[in-house]
């Protein structure tokens, strides 16, 4: 097998918890676990971001950050979970609630904004993986390279998928077990320690006020600060995409409910770590060490596993943080290649290689490449970046559930919600803009590749299948193995004196007999923005004539599926008959590719021509 061979011969979706075509259910405590990999992954470097974000004031910002998650997070994802009962996510939501190009467009950039988060998903845990490798003290000075080890991690991860790969629940349950167990080890140790010396509470409070003054301002400020710790929201969205994974007896309403006891117990516990984090970080840790290059810079609780409990266990540490992070940059793979495809194709925006998983990874991987390098695989450098593709998802679900809220208190308290996440989003940006540039980067990739593909791809036969109506059925048993001849013309807009004279101009034109069967097909515009659709055509008798109607994004697809279906069911090859269009060519290329219709004729024949190999099996088109 060839190279090439071998790189697009896997042209199915990899199994994830995100693919809907999985078949192995399990408990929600267990699903909750796969999505804990991304979730409580990011403890290993949330408390020193806070703390660099918001010094002192780190334990109170992360208070605030607790509230938000509980109360404001957490409420919009029960509802999200509810209206996405198959894991589409707040982005499936939004394409329902705007229909149409504007609303294409709008997932197309929140699909950039989701591919930022899981780009960068898989950049900060490989970096923040490599930090707390190079900071190990068993690890040889040889090796102690950032850069290096974080892209050896990311080469790793890409090598796992081209080989094929499948998540194991049972492996996520045991990771996140056994990292959350070592990190309430050192959160009790830490809390024990402070007990133990009080004067570090005293010292802590007497900074705290010192530099801030009253409680208020210290309630206000951390209350501004909040948006930069935002990271610590990313596992909301992961929470309901695995929800096809929940064990439910084909009881939807079960698996929503359980889906709302996953989101719950993650935040619960998340709520508990981010405090139990940021507080002794805060106050065990000196500021200096939290800097660049400092022991303690993306690996906090790491530095005080190692003071605190000895090497071997900040080893053990180390070790589990490596793995869980691991994990999480695969989950986001994962995500990666289950996230494209369930939307672009059927956009028709996904170019043909993209149904082969392999050719996405090695893109995936090298897009997270050059990432690394951009950000020179540091991990607070990548923070804003990360925290504005979930921020966006979760602003985008937040108003969603708002527009779709059912009663006027509802829509108030989700406004309210909405407007927080607003705010937090728009800070983000501006104080960190570095991630809305790299957004903004992949929704240009996206809206361009995209709009090229459907260009290419619009000749596509884009028609699943053609149902016709009793009466229309009628009509093709009245011509068994006799050829059916149709005249295209615009629906509802022809006289029968306008069709009588188009059939004596037929006849007089290709010498037909007036015995000759003529029909007429109307396909009017539905949807322009859909790309694939089942073909509905309904039989028509206005006097004499009998007409093919049916609406369609696509004009010339539809008719050429008609055609097609009209040879099969007739055994004869069907003539279809259409006069030219006084256009500009261009013109009626750009009409076609987004408004599904132009110069019919020649499309129509295009579409026919890839569909059908064979000239001599091709319905024929005539032009005059």
């Known amino acids: ?43 290993g470097y949330q408390s020193g971001i806070a703390f660099l974000a918001a010094g002192v004031l780190s334990p109170v910002a992360t208070l605030v950050l607790v509230l938000v998650t509980l109360f404001a997070a957490l409420p919009v994802y029960n509802r999200v979970a509810e209206a996405s009962p198959y894991g589409q996510g707040s982005i499936a939501m939004l394409e329902k609630l705007f229909p149409g190009w504007n609303g294409k467009v709008f997932v197309l950039v929140l699909l950039g904004f989701a591919t930022t988060d899981f780009i960068i998903t898989m950049t900060l845990s490989a970096a923040d993986a490599a930090a707390h490798f190079v900071h190990n003290p068993y690890t040889p000075r040889s090796l102690q390279n950032q850069m290096g080890v974080t892209l050896v991690l990311l080469a790793i991860l890409g090598a796992i998928f081209l080989k094929g790969f499948k998540e194991a629940i049972k492996i996520a349950v045991v990771l996140v077990g056994v990292y959350l167990a070592l990190n309430l080890i050192v959160s009790f140790v830490g809390i024990f320690h402070i007990f133990e010396h009080p004067h570090l509470l005293v010292d802590w409070k007497r900074a705290l006020f010192t530099q801030h003054g009253s409680l208020l301002s210290i309630i206000g400020l951390s209350c501004l600060l909040f948006p930069r710790l935002a990271l610590g929201l990313s596992g909301f969205e992961t929470g309901v995409a695995v929800m096809p994974l929940i064990e439910c007896d084909d009881n939807l309403e079960l698996r929503i409910r359980n889906t709302r006891r996953l989101l719950a117990t993650a935040a619960l516990i998340m709520s508990f770590f981010l405090m139990a984090t940021s507080f002794i970080t805060t106050l065990l840790i000196p500021a200096a060490a939290f800097k660049e290059g400092g022991p303690a810079n993306g690996r906090a609780v790491a530095y005080l596993a190692h003071q605190y409990l000895g090497s071997v266990f900040g080893s053990l540490y180390d070790l589990s943080t490596i793995l869980i992070l691991a994990f999480a940059g695969a989950s986001a793979m994962a995500g990666l290649l289950n996230l494209i495809p369930r939307y672009l194709p059927g956009f028709g925006m996904a170019p043909e290689w993209a149904r082969a998983s392999r050719p996405l990874v090695l893109v995936f991987v090298s897009v997270a490449f050059t990432v690394t390098r951009l950000f020179h695989a540091n991990v607070d450098a990548q923070g804003g970046a990360y925290a504005t593709g979930v921020l966006v998802l979760i602003t985008s679900a937040s108003c969603a559930v708002t527009i779709t809220a059912r009663t006027l208190l509802a829509r108030a308290a989700l406004g309210l919600v909405s407007l927080i996440f607003i705010y937090t989003t728009l800070v983000n940006i501006y104080e960190r803009p570095e991630g809305l540039k790299i957004s903004c980067m992949f929704i240009f990739t996206m809206i361009f590749t995209s709009l090229v593909s459907r260009a290419f791809r619009s000749t596509e036969l884009r028609i699943t299948g053609v149902d016709l109506d009793s009466e229309a059925q009628t009509f093709v048993a009245e011509n068994a ?144």
């Open 1 to 43: 097998m060839s190279f090439s061979d071998w790189l697009f011969s896997d042209v199915e979706r990899p199994e994830s918890a995100h693919a809907h075509g999985d078949t192995a259910k399990h408990s929600w405590w267990r699903v909750m676990c796969l999505t804990g990999v991304d979730y409580f992954s990011t403890l």
């Open 481 to 624: 193995h006799k050829t059916i001849r149709l005249i295209a013309c615009k629906p509802r807009n022809n006289s029968d004196q306008d069709r009588e004279q188009a059939k004596a101009e037929l006849r007089e034109m290709y010498s037909l007999s007036s015995e000759t069967p003529i029909y007429f097909v109307e396909v009017g515009r539905g949807d322009t923005s859909d790309f694939t659709e089942y073909l509905e055509v309904h039989g028509i008798r206005e006097g004499r004539d009998r007409i093919f109607r049916a609406t369609s994004a696509a004009v010339p697809n539809s008719i050429a599926a008609l055609l097609i279906y009209l040879k099969q069911a007739t055994g004869c090859i069907p003539h279809a008959y259409f006069h030219w269009t006084d256009v500009n060519p261009v013109i009626n290329v750009m009409r076609y590719i987004f408004l599904g219709e132009g110069d019919t004729a020649p499309l129509t024949h295009e579409v026919l021509r890839r569909a059908i190999k064979d000239p001599a099996q091709r319905p024929v088109i005539h032009v005059s």
